[in-house]
């Protein structure tokens, strides 16, 4: 499904991954994630798919889910005021560290493999 759901090239429905990651029947699909990020910390590999799969809808859509007015940055501004005012790359760029950036982006190499 996963596979199906990154082919369609729709930001909204890329997106809505995120709600989807966090059902019971997707562990096994987190599992594999996880491998593919080196943890063993299920929760570290969840945040990290949801994070990639926000990116990389920003591709799509003329980047409606990542601009700065995007239900996710209105969340990220709402928990840090730092975040208001940018759009989901400039602000991944600046909250998070290297190596989690990296993370994200292995991520999103598996989902352009797909």
Avoid at 16 to 33: H, T
Avoid at 52 to 64: E, F, V
Avoid at 84 to 97: A, I, Q, R, Y
């Amino acid at each position: 499904m996963f596979a199906h759901v990154l082919k369609s090239q729709s930001a909204p429905l890329i997106s809505a991954l995120q709600a989807i990651s966090r059902e019971k029947e997707m562990q096994p699909y987190l599992n594999q994630l996880a491998t593919i990020l080196g943890t063993v910390n299920a929760s570290y590999a969840q945040q990290i798919l949801q994070q990639a799969t926000t990116l990389y809808s920003c591709q799509y859509n003329q980047s409606i889910t990542c601009s700065p007015s995007s239900q996710y940055m209105f969340e990220q501004c709402i928990e840090y005021e730092q975040a208001c005012g940018l759009d989901v790359p400039t602000w991944f760029e600046l909250n998070h560290t290297k190596a989690h950036n990296r993370d994200i982006a292995k991520l999103i190499a598996y989902f352009e493999s797909l």
